[in-house]
């Protein structure tokens, strides 16, 4: 069997019903093999990188490595930055890179480069994979393609990459039967009834208990539920236990049930400087925080004096549930706590932190307007930037919905490829992608792949005509020199780009055009759709914990409603 066919067959073993790629000399045999195969889609984008997020965001949804293919050079390098964004957000990928053929790579020799786009992928990509495999010999394409397999779904999921020389991809080899790779899960911190017996006589001292993300156990302990911004769609809007986002751009009342709580449950979630902001020591506090993480690096690393519990968080909640289920909580229905927070939410409405501070349309009155519009939407995806944080903010997710984002590598122009892997993930149901000016543009020309694979993907690009969070940073610390950030009243017409595509759009310019154009925007279900929405330039992303202030301290600095100043 030829190299390039095992490949394919592998992948098809595997039930990888998508692969993304932008085709290159050193690859060819490779996409011949999966086309000839048949059951795998070949999704051809128009940049690397888009191939890249847009496995990305398959991975996310289908809970299968996503697989992007590149050739040699520009095209692996290209590569880079959506493996290491499937690297920080922990989405299991297979990245698969052409070389050239042995004989033309430099080796040992003291020259920059031998073969025509010879590129050493594989040291560049070590420091964000979980491995990465230069192929030296056919014979080993059956073993380091099952070990790589594993090690990306295995334990903390991530990317792994396979550089695979195009001689050998046309080699011959013998292969056995392919078999169904599993996931191996983490050696756990032993569960057992004396560990649970504790936490059920913290829970039954606790008068404030929270949960930071974590699926499954809130339900049996009625604890009520924060989000990092990885988490959001973990409880659906309207669930009464779900308070909000918490960190640095979080719901100030979010921010305000973790600085009053006694204890957190922390499920998996990584306890970054964006979630406690860098005062550490007051996140922690008097409270009990047990920490419960796949990986013990993370734990006791920033926020110090947590319980420990290395386990894969599949298992805690599953032995957690049985155990609650069996033993219940005296006191578990925290009902004060419940409507302290509800009275939080109540002084501290998410719509009025931009109120009478910017002219036109508010942008968290938005949001909650395009939620209650897109409910057949089965993902949100948001971009990087003052956008993401509004949309993380005051999207009202329905108990179908997700909500993705690019959280550790933070990268511009993520969100419209990622909605095309998300889009095809989902069956090719709607899914909405919500981006600024700024990141849209990085990635605008896979409009192209939208409309050739006729997608139902509704765009919001929220232009503000600048770098938002950046400008806002320049006015904090910059006097106000934007340079570099604003494009002044000259934008792209993101409304004519889309039309050039021939994408039905529309532009929003002020709040009484926003019911109408919300209804263009879903009059064809199936079909994708831009709406451009133009905000103040001068929009901040409120509420932010202020520099080296308590996560409770966020600029900026007013009265709740229903306090009179003084």
Not at 11 to 35: C, N, P, R, W, Y
Not at 166 to 177: L, N, P
Not at 490 to 514: D, G, H, L, R, W
Not at 530 to 558: C, S
């Amino acid at each position: 069997m030829k190299v390039a066919t095992f490949i394919a067959n592998f992948l098809k073993a595997q039930q990888i019903s998508h692969v993304f790629e932008l085709s290159g000399g050193m690859i060819t045999h490779l996409l011949d093999a999966i086309a000839e195969v048949k059951g795998i889609d070949i999704i051809t984008m128009h940049h690397e990188q888009g191939a890249s997020f847009a496995a990305d965001g398959m991975a996310r949804i289908s809970n299968k490595p996503g697989v992007a293919l590149a050739t040699s050079g520009p095209g692996a390098t290209n590569l880079l930055t959506g493996i290491a964004s499937c690297y920080f957000d922990s989405n299991p990928g297979l990245f698969i890179t052409g070389q050239v053929n042995i004989n033309e790579q430099r080796g040992d020799r003291n020259i920059r480069q031998l073969g025509f786009q010879e590129t050493d992928i594989v040291s560049m990509a070590i420091p964000i994979t979980k491995k990465a495999y230069s192929i030296t010999s056919a014979n080993e394409i059956p073993k380091i393609f099952a070990e790589a397999y594993e090690l990306a779904i295995s334990g903390r999921p991530g990317p792994v990459l396979i550089d695979v020389p195009m001689d050998i991809q046309r080699a011959e080899i013998e292969s056995g039967e392919i078999k169904i790779i599993q996931r191996k899960k983490t050696i756990s911190t032993k569960l057992d009834g004396t560990f649970f017996n504790q936490l059920k006589i913290d829970l039954e001292k606790s008068k404030k208990p929270l949960i930071l993300a974590g699926r499954g156990v809130r339900e049996e302990t009625h604890i009520p539920h924060v989000a990092s911004l990885m988490g959001i769609d973990l409880l659906p809007y309207e669930h009464p236990l779900r308070v909000g986002l918490i960190g640095s751009y979080g719901n100030r009342w979010g921010n305000m049930a973790i600085g009053h709580s006694d204890l957190l449950i922390v499920i998996g979630s990584r306890l970054d400087i964006r979630q406690t902001g860098a005062n550490t020591k007051d996140f922690k506090g008097d409270r009990i925080i047990y920490h419960i993480d796949c990986e013990e690096a993370e734990i006791n690393n920033r926020v110090l004096g947590c319980t420990k519990v290395v386990a894969d968080v599949e298992d805690f909640l599953t032995e957690a549930n049985s155990y609650f289920l069996n033993n219940k909580i005296s006191n578990s229905s925290y009902t004060g706590w419940l409507e302290e927070i509800q009275t939080l939410k109540q002084q501290w409405p998410d719509t009025n932190e931009l109120k009478d501070k910017i002219k036109g349309i508010n942008p968290n009155a938005f949001i909650h307007q395009l939620s209650k519009a897109s409910k057949n939407s089965t993902s949100f995806l948001a971009d990087v930037g003052s956008h993401q944080m509004w949309a993380a903010q005051s999207l009202e997710l329905q108990p179908h919905q997700t909500f993705i984002t690019s959280g550790g590598m933070g990268a511009m122009g993520f969100a419209l490829p990622a909605s095309i892997g998300v889009c095809f993930a989902n069956k090719k149901m709607p899914v909405v992608c919500i981006a600024g000016d700024g990141g849209f543009q990085l990635n605008i020309q896979e409009l192209q792949t939208i409309v050739r694979n006729k997608l139902p993907i509704k765009m919001i690009v929220l232009n503000n005509r600048c770098l938002g969070m950046i400008r806002q940073f320049q006015d904090s610390y910059f006097d106000g020199r934007y340079q570099s950030t604003y494009w002044g009243y000259n934008p792209p017409n993101f409304e004519a780009v889309a039309k050039a595509y021939t994408i039905n759009s529309c532009t929003i310019n002020n709040e009484n055009e926003i019911e109408e154009g919300l209804k263009k925007c879903w009059s064809e279900l199936n079909e994708p759709f831009l709406l451009q929405i133009m905000i103040d330039p001068h929009a901040n992303a409120y509420p932010k914990i202020a520099f080296g202030h308590p996560i409770t301290e966020m600029e900026p600095f007013v009265k709740p409603i229903g306090i009179e100043s003084t």
